[in-house]
């Protein structure tokens, strides 16, 4: 089993910046990717972003890029969000993810296997 824990969620203006992270613990040794979705109320589960776990592979959303950045420390098993220029539309529980196997795209939910809890941000007008 894996566990995720979220932090770094927030309520933020709008041009502002938040930093989440991801900390997993427990079958770690076993990851392919670590990757970030979004689900605002009403309105499903959405891609965000996501990196392998070696390599520098990265992937992002097209309303994301060049805003946020996806990062990782191997030996602390975190992953990382830098969210800049955050935007109203931005608004939503942030999910924590990881794959334990290869895929072609990590951008649909179905391609992980464990997800944490959550975290919220807030992005005001």
């Known amino acids: 089993q894996v566990q995720l824990v979220e932090s770094g969620g927030g309520l933020v203006q709008a041009g502002g910046s938040l930093r989440l992270s991801c900390a997993a613990s427990g079958r770690t040794f076993n990851f392919n990717a670590m990757g970030w979705f979004r689900q605002a109320p009403g309105k499903e589960r959405e891609f965000v972003s996501c990196?392998?776990?070696?390599?520098?592979?990265?992937y992002y959303a097209d309303s994301v890029k060049g805003r946020f950045t996806i990062s990782r420390d191997n030996a602390k098993n975190t992953v990382y969000l830098q969210m800049n220029n955050l935007k109203p539309e931005d608004t939503a529980v942030y999910f924590c993810a990881v794959s334990q196997y290869y895929h072609t795209n990590y951008y649909y939910p179905s391609s992980f296997d464990y997800w944490g809890r959550g975290t919220q941000v807030t992005v005001s007008s």
């Open positions: 990196i392998r776990w070696s390599g520098s592979s990265t």
